[in-house]
Nanobody, 115 residues
Framework: QLQLVESGGGLVQAGGSLRLSCAASGNSFSIDVMGWYRQAPGKQSELVARINSGGNTKYEDYAKGRFTISRVNAKNTVYLQMNSLKPEETAVYYC?????????WGQGTQVTVSS
């Protein structure tokens, strides 16, 4: 009943920027938290950032100062602005949403950072 669709990934040079978008549709009422995870080849999925309905944010240390998460609640849309990208941050970036204790995931968008 809830679908998440990511967009905005692509190929960027080291030091460049991308903005990822994630739009929720279907039964998208009362989404508590939306966030971003990433998974590089051969590595475990890791949290990038998340934001709740009140606008409170949480970032992993590597993202602080370079990445910004924002949310438009009326549209159930979350964004991730990524600046100063590094080659080691090449990964599939996944959007997630939380309703109570239920987690929902998008299909992911590929981000490739070339050196």
């Amino acid at each position: 009943q809830l679908q998440l669709v990511e967009s905005g990934g692509g190929l960027v040079q080291a030091g460049g920027s991308l903005r990822l978008s994630c739009a929720a549709s279907g039964n998208s009422f009362s989404i508590d938290v939306m966030g971003w995870y990433r998974q590089a080849p051969g590595k475990q999925s890791e949290l990038v950032a998340r934001i709740n309905s009140g606008g409170n944010t949480k970032y992993e240390d590597y993202a602080k100062g370079r990445f910004t998460i924002s949310r438009v609640n009326a549209k159930n849309t979350v964004y991730l602005q990524m600046n100063s990208l590094k080659p080691e941050e090449t990964a599939v970036y996944y959007c997630n949403a939380v309703i109570r204790i239920n987690y929902y995931w998008g299909q992911g968008t590929q981000v490739t950072v070339s050196s």
